[in-house]
């Protein structure tokens, strides 16, 4: 069965400080793969979507970029973070082999910016 | 563009009772649709999901929902809600045409349930 996993579970950084969160998915091969933060009440925004490995594309302008250096790893990143950054990040997996929609969520990694 | 929206923003009910909670969105076509749950401080979890055929269908945890597209409304619905059935739950909406699954969600419903 596959699987999904995301570390840390919890990060506290201060501003300007880099940031890195990592998901790996088990179980499957060539996932479409898919970071999104969570805001208090504001529901999920799709930040960043991997098709392939290299291949990323970002949903929105800011402060954060993505890589998948390999086939089930993708990566959020950040050089300076602001306090705007602060949220729940969700990592998501899904198979273009059977349509792509149904999208799998690993357990995410709570970000407070001090 | 899509959009889906939750109407209520927060729900509560008491154990045993039914619910309902609503979905609509704007899409020309019949998207795909889909809800999502979600416990404090956890990841998104898969009730339910349409694609197509039978607009009625069955998920995990006893939950069901009803596709109607004269109305343009997926509500989520549970015959006898429990008390572990106390989260967030986000509809979400789908377009065909690609493999990559681009899905736009509610702003989401927080379930409260009373004892």
């Known amino acids: 069965s596959q699987t999904i996993h995301q570390w840390p579970a919890t990060l506290v950084q201060p501003v300007g400080s880099p940031l890195s969160l990592e998901c790996t998915v088990e179980?499957?091969?060539?996932?479409?793969l898919y970071w999104y933060r969570q805001a208090a009440g504001r529901g999920l925004q799709l930040l960043f979507y991997?098709?392939?490995?290299?291949?990323i594309s970002s949903e929105v302008p800011q402060n954060l970029s993505a890589s998948r250096p390999q086939d089930r790893q993708f990566i959020l990143s950040s050089k300076k973070l602001l306090l705007s950054d602060s949220g729940f990040y969700l990592c998501?997996?899904?198979?273009?082999?059977?349509?792509?929609?149904?999208?799998?969520f690993g357990p995410g990694t709570r970000l407070t910016v001090t | 563009a899509q959009s889906v929206t939750q109407p209520d923003i927060h729900i509560t009910v008491s154990e045993g009772a039914s619910l309902e909670l609503r979905c609509n969105y704007s899409?020309?076509?019949?998207?795909?649709l889909f809800w999502y749950v979600q416990s404090p401080g956890q990841g998104l979890q898969l009730l339910l999901k349409?694609?197509?055929?039978?607009?009625l269908v069955q998920g995990i945890k006893g939950f069901e929902a009803e596709f109607k597209r004269s109305q343009s409304s997926f509500n989520l619905r549970k015959p006898s809600v429990h008390w572990s059935d106390a989260a967030e739950y986000f509809c979400?909406?789908?377009?065909?045409?690609?493999?990559?699954?681009?899905?736009?969600f509610g702003r989401g419903t927080q379930l409260t349930v009373w004892p």
């Open positions: 979400a909406v789908g377009r065909g045409g690609s493999t990559l699954g681009r899905l736009y």
């Open positions: 991997s098709v392939g490995i290299g291949q």
């Open positions: 998501a997996w899904s198979s273009p082999r059977s349509g792509g929609y149904e999208q799998y």
């Open positions: 179980g499957t091969s060539n996932p479409n």
């Open positions: 899409y020309g076509a019949t998207p795909y």
């Open positions: 349409y694609f197509s055929g039978d607009t």
